[in-house]
């Protein structure tokens, strides 16, 4: 099966209602990138007029966390997946829609292939900026996933 916006985002209907009430929706994905939107709206606003920045989390996570779960599909080995840490930087409001983008293929498909190699944990940092529609940069998460073959 391969993974698409459309599953991704059905995954997230029944996985991650949380985000999906919240309007975050998968784009695009191929074997460099995912793409994610969320448009800030009532459910998911502060009280300054701008989105949450849980939901900000929320969409800049999935646009990672998407594209890891495909390379692990992808590689055919039963592999965990699970962050450990997280940073995010605010550097405007988020308002309108908000498109989070994650360009890490590179990054997940060596570590995957590390932890296939030696059997041990791997960890790896990914990014994912967020912009609003003037393509002004909003917010900026990292996140460090760890991935480890399953015996």
Sequence with gaps: MTITPSKLNTFSMFKLPSAYLCGVRARHIDNDKCVVIVKHRWINQNPFKSMFWAVQGMAAEFSTGALMMMKIKESGKNISM????????????????????????????????????????????????GANEEGLEVSTFKFQWSVKVKS
């Design 82 to 129: 699970l962050v450990i840490k997280n940073e995010a930087t605010f550097t405007k409001k988020a308002t309108g829609l908000i498109t989070f983008i994650c360009n890490d293929g590179s990054l997940i498909d060596e570590a995957i292939k590390k932890a296939i190699e030696t059997g041990e944990g791997q960890t790896l940092w990914m990014t994912s900026v």
